[in-house]
Each structure stands twice: as structure tokens, then as C-alpha cells.
């Protein structure tokens, strides 16, 4: 998994709690970004970053904050877990051009009920 | 809004065959081009990459770009039936890092 570890990797939550995923590297890569992929859905980009605290929204980030404070490390947050949550989350990496491919990490298989 | 289409499948091979997946796409602009594979539980990984037209080749494997048409396929040679998969195309602007995904076409070569 091109030295990316995920955290934890199996959650249950109830709704309304916070939740936080975090996403480590070991290949000091710029790139890093959150997806969840969902039955019918594809794989969707929640937020990603290109740099430490340089970060930007993707296409369903409604609902997801994320921080960077170092580059190995990439966390994002579910401030108040809603059932429409109940995904599966990946982390990518890339190098330092946005053009790189993307290596994703092990997922996180969060239920919110 | 940018899509990537992908038909979803199951597409079924006998082991031997060649196996032929294709993906369209909207968004005129795009610049990069990624093929991954995925199996049932487990993470994407990368097969291919593509940026210019053409076809690019690795292994069993070869890539097809057609930019004026906005379609990119990947051919798979002598199917095996560890082949059988989840295979995802990703298509992106190439000067971000916000790849769009299809929702994949599943793959099953049968001995």
C-alpha cells in the first residue's frame, strides 16, 4: 500500500458523535486526499491537501473537515456522524505533481447508526 | 459536472480471451489518465497510466487514449481468472489532483 496505514480500520459510531479517520505516510509526498466509495457511487474525493495546511474541497465535503499539520499525516473529521456517512474511506497519496498517479491506503469501513 | 462513464457489467471472458473495458469522459480538459484494478474488500491499485494518444503497453495489459473522442480503454490479454475484478478508470485535469472516478466495470474471466 505504497507505505500508507490507515486509522483506525474498522469503526461503529452512533449518530450525532464525532469521528475522526486518520490517514499516515512514509513516502513524504505533497498530495494526499480523502475519498469514500459507496455501492452506486463510484469513488467520490471528500477534501484533499497539496501541502502541509494547504488544503481544498472535493466533490462531497459537505458534512467533513480535514487538517494537516505535518505532511506524513492527513486527518479527517466527521464533526456530527450522520447514517448518510456509513461509507468507506480511502486515502491517496502522490507525488509532488498533481498529475502523479495515486496510491491508496488499506480504507476505513466506518458505521454510523 | 464532469462525469467518467463506465458500463458496470459484469463483463464475462473465458480464461485465454482478451478482455476489453472502456470509459468515456466529459471534461474536454482533462490531462491525465489512470486505469486501477479492485478486488472484492480491498483498496484500488494502479495498473496503468496514460497522458498522451495512443496506446501504451505493459505486460498483458494495454492502455488506449483517444482525446478527440474522450474515451480511454484497456485491453487485457490472455484473461486469467485472478483477473476477475472491480476495474476503475480515473480521469483528471493534470493541473490538480482531483481525479473523477467511474463507478467501474466488473470483470469476471471464468475458466
Known amino acids: 500500500d505504497a507505505g500508507i496505514t490507515q486509522s483506525p480500520r474498522h469503526k461503529v459510531t452512533e449518530t450525532g458523535t464525532p469521528v475522526t479517520l486518520r490517514c499516515h505516510q512514509t513516502e513524504n509526498h505533497r498530495y494526499m486526499y480523502w475519498y469514500r466509495q459507496d455501492p452506486g457511487h463510484g469513488l467520490r474525493l471528500i477534501h484533499y491537501s497539496y501541502g502541509v495546511k494547504d488544503t481544498d474541497k472535493g466533490e462531497v465535503s459537505d458534512g467533513y473537515s480535514v487538517s494537516r499539520s505535518k505532511t506524513e499525516d492527513f486527518l479527517l473529521t466527521l464533526e456530527s456522524a450522520t447514517s448518510s456517512q456509513t461509507s468507506v474511506y480511502f486515502c491517496a497519496i502522490s507525488g509532488n505533481g498533481a498529475a502523479e498517479t495515486q496510491y491508496f491506503g488499506p480504507g476505513t469501513r466506518l458505521l454510523v447508526l | 459536472q464532469k462525469e467518467v462513464e463506465q458500463n458496470s457489467g459484469p463483463l464475462s471472458v473465458p480464461e485465454g480471451a482478451i478482455a476489453s473495458l472502456n470509459c468515456t469522459y466529459s471534461?474536454?480538459?482533462?490531462?491525465?489518465f489512470f486505469w486501477y484494478r479492485q478486488y472484492s474488500g480491498k483498496s484500488p491499485e494502479l495498473i496503468m497510466s496514460?497522458?498522451?494518444?495512443g496506446d501504451k503497453e505493459d505486460g498483458r495489459f494495454t492502455a488506449q487514449l483517444n482525446k478527440a473522442s474522450q474515451y480511454v480503454s484497456l485491453l487485457i490479454r490472455d484473461s486469467q481468472p485472478s483477473d476477475s475484478a472491480t476495474y476503475l478508470c480515473a480521469v483528471g485535469p493534470g493541473n490538480t489532483g482531483k481525479l473523477i472516478f467511474g463507478q467501474g466495470t466488473t470483470l469476471q474471466v471464468k475458466p
Open positions: 471534461d474536454r480538459g482533462s490531462q491525465s
Open positions: 496514460i497522458y498522451s494518444n
